[in-house]
């Protein structure tokens, strides 16, 4: 049997194509918008529950950040122009997000909107370099801009 380059190309295509059908696609980070992370005042969403310790991406606004060189920032579901930090998390907003970067931010305006990605963190938990005390964090974060 003789393979002429035309019946070696379209062999090796089929061939590639079932391959390629065979491999996974990538995923993409889920999405949750911050509206959608809490089911009451006091309770946290099913569907926030289930992507607790998965990559997520949430969109959002950056808060500015309470200090140059943070590695750290608020995101929020709205633009503000001041920093929405809380004392303790009785006072947590429930449109509110702690994010803890992978290395230090460059911050955006306030009101420039963002899609931040990150590792779902929820409870309340306090941050060891900041003490800032928060119930929603994404943890080992980046973002982009929309």
Excluded: H
């Excluded at 911050?34 to 089911?39: A, L, T």
Aim: glycine share 6%.
């Amino acid at each position: 049997m003789t393979c002429d380059r035309r019946s070696f190309l379209a062999g090796g295509s089929a061939a590639l194509l079932g391959l390629m059908a065979a491999i996974p696609l990538a995923r993409a980070a889920e999405s949750l918008k911050i509206r959608d992370i809490y089911k009451t005042q006091d309770e946290f969403s099913t569907t926030a529950k289930n992507l607790v310790g998965k990559r997520i991406e949430i969109p959002g606004f950056m808060a500015p950040p309470l200090k140059a060189d943070a590695s750290f920032f608020v995101l929020t579901k709205r633009p503000m122009s001041v920093c929405p930090f809380c004392e303790t998390s009785a006072d947590w907003p429930n449109d509110i997000v702690f994010v803890r970067m992978r290395e230090k931010l460059d911050a955006v305006r306030f009101n420039r909107p963002i899609i931040t990605q990150g590792v779902l963190e929820l409870g309340v938990a306090k941050d060891q370099e900041t003490g800032f005390v928060s119930l929603v964090r994404l943890v080992d974060a980046s973002f982009d801009l929309v």
